[in-house]
């Protein structure tokens, strides 16, 4: 008796879950062909959703004239397209200017839905890491700290609570 009953409630507890799993995959976002190595993913109060790869994925001129791979930050509208700002690869505003050299540490929405980005350890051309505020509207930076020299280690996983305190793992 208690072998029949273990098997309809198994049964039934099956057919619940299952009856549950309505979703349905419609494809990448903005589109299949975006591929890459995604570390951080932030979607901000209009919808933009903001991604940035862990490796390389981009170049940009340095002052010697040669070229040098870089991160970017790609922001995409709700629709698809791209921001009038994407893909940003040096950071700048608030009265410096940064490019992305270091690895993208993870990135989230502050308590205004400006984007927190967290870059890692630092490379042959800057000293690393760095955490960034940035303006989630025009893609501007409205702050940073040199995470190294307050933490003398590399952020991940940014989160900020109601009150506008930022917590990291390190």
Same mark, same amino acid.
């Given at each position: 008796?208690?072998?029949?009953?273990?098997? $309809?409630?198994?049964?039934?507890?099956?057919?619940?879950?299952?009856?549950?799993?309505?979703?349905?995959?419609?494809?990448?976002?903005?589109?299949?062909?975006?591929?890459?190595?995604?570390?951080?993913?932030? !979607? *901000?109060p209009d919808g933009k959703?903001? !991604? &940035?790869?862990?490796?390389?994925?981009?170049?940009?001129?340095?002052?010697? #004239? @040669?070229?040098?791979?870089?991160?970017?930050?790609?922001?995409?509208? %709700?629709?698809? &397209?791209?921001?009038?700002? &994407?893909?940003?690869? $040096?950071? &700048? #505003?608030?009265?410096?200017? *940064? @490019?992305?050299?270091?690895?993208?540490?993870?990135?989230?929405?502050?308590?205004?839905?400006?984007?927190?980005? %967290?870059? #890692?350890?630092?490379?042959?051309? $800057?000293? #690393?890491?760095?955490?960034?505020r940035l303006n989630y509207?025009?893609?501007?930076?409205?702050?940073?700290?040199d995470m190294f020299s @307050?933490?003398?280690?590399?952020?991940?996983?940014?989160?900020?609570?109601?009150?506008?305190?930022?917590?990291?793992?390190?």
């Amino acid at each position: 008796m208690f072998k029949k009953f273990l098997f $309809v409630f198994s049964f039934v507890v099956i057919l619940a879950s299952l009856s549950y799993a309505q979703w349905t995959y419609v494809g990448g976002f903005p589109n299949e062909d975006l591929k890459g190595n995604n570390h951080a993913l932030a !979607v *901000d109060p209009d919808g933009k959703v903001w !991604v &940035s790869d862990y490796y390389n994925v981009d170049s940009v001129l340095k002052a010697d #004239g @040669t070229w040098g791979k870089c991160r970017n930050i790609r922001v995409f509208n %709700a629709d698809g &397209s791209q921001a009038s700002f &994407s893909p940003i690869k $040096v950071i &700048s #505003g608030a009265g410096f200017q *940064d @490019t992305l050299w270091n690895s993208t540490k993870g990135m989230t929405c502050d308590e205004n839905g400006n984007i927190i980005f %967290a870059t #890692g350890w630092w490379t042959k051309f $800057v000293k #690393g890491p760095w955490m960034y505020r940035l303006n989630y509207k025009t893609g501007e930076c409205m702050g940073g700290i040199d995470m190294f020299s @307050t933490l003398n280690t590399s952020p991940t996983a940014p989160a900020v609570d109601d009150m506008g305190n930022i917590y990291c793992r390190s």
